[in-house]
């Protein structure tokens, strides 16, 4: 059974690293240059989510439980974290509300998915969101940063991904020497 669960997880980080070059290819192929600097965050995609995966895997009993979870976890973050984000940044009324979806955007950063989808949702929003916050009348706070590589945004979505890798290995390495050392 341990070799069946082994084989289909490589099968499914083989697949989705094919997925993801695939989205990759067709950015280039159908022009889509807003899109563009998303391949970076695709190529640190697998390298910050299988440590974060497998990592979380020893919070659990069984391997069914651990895989969904984190399979649920990634899901529901890569759906709704973006979206509530931008609701409260960008569709409020107060300056409250924007720096609370502001705040909110570092701390779903904990969950990988969450970078991919918040980044795919700004390049996709970009210069609406531009002419939003240059608006007199919305009276935007002036510190929100619509910079593509700034780390608000796509450049805090690369380190936040490198920071789930590194953190992902050693918490592996560590779980591997003390907790499960024979």
């Known amino acids: 059974c341990q070799t069946f669960v082994n084989t289909a997880w490589w099968n499914q980080v083989l697949l989705l690293d ?3 070059n695939l989205c990759c290819v067709l950015l280039y192929y ?3 240059t807003e899109y563009f600097p998303a391949m970076f965050v695709f190529v640190a995609y697998p390298i910050g989510v299988v440590p974060f995966t ?4 020893f919070f659990f009993q069984s391997e069914w439980s651990a895989q969904f979870f984190t399979v649920g976890l990634n899901l529901i973050v890569m759906i709704f974290g973006p979206l509530t984000v931008y609701i409260f940044m960008f569709n409020s009324n107060s300056q409250e509300d924007v720096l609370f979806g502001d705040t909110l955007n570092y701390y779903l950063r904990v969950v990988p998915s969450y970078c991919v989808s918040k980044t795919l949702l700004f390049c996709g929003t ?3 969101l531009e002419r939003k916050i240059n608006d007199p009348l919305l009276n935007y706070p002036q510190d929100i940063d619509l910079e593509r590589w700034s780390y608000d945004n ?3 979505d690369l380190w936040a991904l490198v920071g789930h890798a590194a953190t992902g290995v050693v918490a592996i390495i560590l779980f591997e020497a003390i907790v499960y050392r024979n």
């Open 18 to 20: 094919l997925y993801l």
């Open 30 to 32: 159908f022009e889509m």
């Open 54 to 57: 497998h990592a979380t895997s």
């Open 126 to 128: 970009r210069q609406i």
């Open 154 to 156: 796509q450049l805090g």
